[in-house]
C-alpha cells in the first residue's frame, strides 16, 4: 500500500533562518507531488506541484521553493524565513491516472518567531 | 478554470443533528468530486468520492450526490456525533489537470 512520509511534525525557527522540510512517497511510482501551506483559519493554497524529477510549477511566487530530487521526494525550502511563512504544510501526491484523489501526509507545523 | 465553492462560515450544531455543507463547483469538463476531513492538527483523509453524475459517494455516515445539473455536491450527514467536529473540504479534480482544486473548507463543531 501507499504511504506518505512528512516531517518533521512541528518546527520552530527564527526570521532569516533557513528551512527545510521533507516528503516521501512510499508503494507508488511517477507521482504527482504538491506543497500546500494552509493559515490559521484558512484554506490550503497551493504552492508547488512536479509531475516528475526536477519538475516544478510555482503557483504563487514568495520566499519558497521547491525541488524534486527524486521520483519519490519532495522538498521544501527557504534560504531566509518571513514570519509570514508561520503556517501548516501539507505535502500530498496523486497518481498519474485522471480523476484520482490526493492522499495528505500529516503536516509539519511551521513557527516563525 | 476549475473553482469550488463552499459556504461561508462555522457550522455549530448539537449532538445528534442533520448536518448540511453546501459546495458548488465550476469546471471545463467532466470532473471527480471528492470531501475531505481534517481532524485538529491532521492531514486531510479522504471521506468520499463520487466520479460521475449522479453517483452517491458514501462514508461513516455522510453522504453526497454528484449532481452536474446543478454543478453542486453536497456533503450530509443524518446524526452528527462530537467525533465529527473536524474541518471539512470540497474538491474536484478535472481531466488533464495535474491539481485538485479545494474550497476553503468549513469548520464543523458538535456540541454535546
Known amino acids: 500500500s501507499q504511504t506518505i512520509h512528512q516531517w518533521p511534525a512541528t518546527l520552530v525557527q527564527p526570521v532569516g533562518s533557513p528551512l527545510s522540510l521533507e516528503c516521501t512517497v512510499e508503494?507508488?511510482?511517477?507521482?504527482?507531488l504538491y506543497w500546500y501551506r494552509q493559515a490559521a483559519g484558512r484554506g490550503l493554497q497551493l504552492l508547488f506541484y512536479?509531475?516528475?524529477?526536477?519538475?516544478i510549477s510555482s503557483e504563487v511566487p514568495q520566499n519558497l521553493s521547491a525541488s524534486r530530487p527524486q521520483d519519490r521526494q519532495f522538498i521544501l525550502s527557504s534560504k531566509k524565513l518571513l514570519l509570514s511563512d508561520s503556517g501548516f504544510y501539507l505535502c500530498?501526491?496523486?497518481?498519474?491516472?485522471?480523476?484520482?484523489?490526493?492522499?495528505f501526509g500529516q503536516g509539519t507545523r511551521l513557527t516563525v518567531v | 478554470g476549475d473553482s469550488v465553492t463552499q459556504m461561508e462560515g462555522p457550522v455549530t450544531l448539537s449532538e445528534e443533528a442533520f448536518l448540511t455543507i453546501n459546495c458548488t463547483y465550476t469546471?471545463?469538463?467532466?470532473?471527480?468530486l471528492f470531501w475531505y476531513v481534517q481532524y485538529p492538527g491532521e492531514g486531510l483523509q479522504l471521506l468520499l468520492k463520487?466520479?460521475?453524475?449522479?453517483d452517491k459517494g458514501s462514508n461513516k455516515g455522510f453522504e453526497a450526490t454528484y449532481r452536474k445539473e446543478t454543478t453542486s455536491f453536497h456533503l450530509e450527514k443524518g446524526s452528527v456525533q462530537v467525533s465529527d467536529s473536524a474541518v471539512y473540504f470540497c474538491?474536484?479534480?478535472?481531466?488533464?489537470?495535474?491539481?485538485?482544486?479545494f474550497g476553503k473548507g468549513n469548520q464543523v463543531v458538535v456540541i454535546p
Open positions: 500530498a501526491w496523486t497518481s498519474r491516472a485522471v480523476y484520482t484523489e490526493a492522499f
Open positions: 508503494g507508488t511510482s511517477n507521482p504527482n
Open positions: 512536479s509531475v516528475g524529477i526536477g519538475q
Open positions: 469546471a471545463t469538463g467532466y470532473p471527480s
Open positions: 463520487a466520479t460521475k453524475a449522479d
Open positions: 474538491a474536484l479534480s478535472d481531466y488533464g489537470n495535474n491539481r485538485l482544486a
